[in-house]
């Protein structure tokens, strides 16, 4: 009894410090309308930037996938759970964004999480003296990774690259790995990745980029943040999520061969871990196809003028946007008890917006996290900003 009560009474106060987290339960597809507890609500708390998760071709493509592959892949890849769909997957990704990379592969893994626990692991590899360099800001699957690899962890400030060459310059290990988010999870920024990577030419470190937000989003075809700054390397090592903008679940990481051999040979994360199901593999073709073409252009000019519109509608005093260009758009509020207020009083009016605490952001800078989606109309948005506008004054 004494181990229970004393888990209790760690939830107990996390609740007293407003910072116990609660699921909801939706019970339709994600979507810029969902069903929660059999209310309606407006949801701006996706990270369906594309409206692709519910798009009636990804669901044909899945259940065709699901025909042809059945369910699950019965294995680990190195076994035997990797299919023809899988295989082809990869292929289509390393042409999606090998112009950016040099003799690139890809290899496509269950979660972005996973996929940064084996490229920080692996990359280090069994260089015991190598060095990992990572932007405060970092999402939490980047921090595991380096925490993981148990090499020795540089936090340099966020987008500090005089503090980032310092730390360089000092290090005396062999293989340096520099990893950073492109757009920032929470704040919705872009790393600036040519002075970045020009950085980490000149010190000999690998750069590895976490695209989770950006791929889909950014660039003209969707490739994501290497595209958008027209950035090529051989020592890039680009991870891009499909469970984001591309609709699905699933990440890939895209690099050198080299790299990626490396990774097949020696990240735990892939090798010990059962491959997804084959169909989502194949339905993840569709979601390339969708996002390098026509309507995934059409849905990235819709999203650009969604944040104009808020642009011009939001009449904020107290609380501060971020200068976000991305679908990401936080409004900081500070408190954690008037951000989880804020949040409760969109959710009565029906429009669910995510209302973020520490440990996810530094104290001090709870927020509302409003994500768009191309799935948002113009009067979806009118909604939201009337509201915010409101609210914000009471
Ligand atoms: C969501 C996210 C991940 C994890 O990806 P999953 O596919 O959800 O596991 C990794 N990095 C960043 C920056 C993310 O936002």
Redesign the pocket.
Same mark, same amino acid.
């Given at each position: 009894m004494e181990l229970i009560a004393k888990l209790e009474q760690q939830l107990r106060a996390l609740d007293e410090r407003s910072l116990t987290r609660r699921r909801r339960t939706v019970e339709t597809p994600c979507g810029p309308r969902v069903t929660v507890d059999g209310r309606e609500l407006l949801a701006f708390c996706s990270n369906d930037y594309l409206g692709l998760a519910g798009h009636p071709r990804m669901v044909a493509a899945l259940r065709e996938g699901a025909a042809r592959y059945g369910v699950g892949s019965g294995g680990s890849h190195l076994i035997s759970g990797h299919s023809r769909a899988h295989a082809a997957l990869e292929e289509r990704l390393a042409e999606f964004v090998g112009a950016h990379l040099e003799s690139a592969r890809a290899l496509y893994f269950c &979660?972005?999480?996973m996929a940064?626990l084996a490229v920080l692991t692996g990359l280090s590899g069994s260089d015991k003296s190598a060095e990992i360099f990572s932007e405060s800001l970092n999402?939490a *699957?980047l921090i595991d990774g380096a925490r993981l690899s148990r090499v020795a962890v540089q936090v340099y400030p966020h987008a500090d690259l005089d503090a980032l060459a310092a730390l360089l310059a000092g290090s005396g290990s062999a293989t340096k790995i520099v990893v950073t /988010?492109s757009v920032f *999870?929470m704040d919705g920024n872009l790393a600036p990745l040519p002075a970045l990577l020009a950085l980490c030419e000149r010190h000999g470190a690998w750069l590895v980029v /976490?695209d =989770?937000?950006g791929f889909g989003t950014l660039g003209a075809h969707g490739r994501g943040a290497l595209e958008h700054f027209g950035l090529r390397s051989p020592h890039l090592v680009y991870m891009g &999520?499909l *469970?984001?903008a591309a609709g699905a679940a699933g =990440?890939f990481v895209a690099a050198h061969r080299s790299v990626i051999e490396t990774l097949i040979q020696r990240a735990r994360p892939y090798i010990y871990t059962t491959a997804a199901a084959p169909a989502l593999a194949h339905a993840l073709l569709t979601s390339l196809e969708l996002i390098g073409g026509e309507e995934g252009a059409r849905r990235r000019a819709h999203l650009q003028q969604l944040l104009a519109q808020m642009d011009a509608g939001l009449r904020l005093r107290r609380w501060t946007r971020l200068p976000s260009r991305t679908p990401i758009q936080p409004l900081l509020i500070g408190a954690n008890d008037e951000t989880m207020r804020a949040g409760a009083a969109l959710y009565e009016q029906g429009l669910w917006v995510g209302a973020i605490r520490p440990p996810t952001v530094p104290p001090g800078t709870a927020r509302l996290r409003v994500t768009l989606s191309a799935g948002h109309s113009s009067a979806d948005v009118a909604r939201l900003v009337d509201a915010l506008n409101a609210l914000e004054r009471t």
């Open positions: &979660t972005g999480y940064n999402h *699957s /988010d *999870s /976490d =989770a937000h &999520t *469970s984001k =990440a």
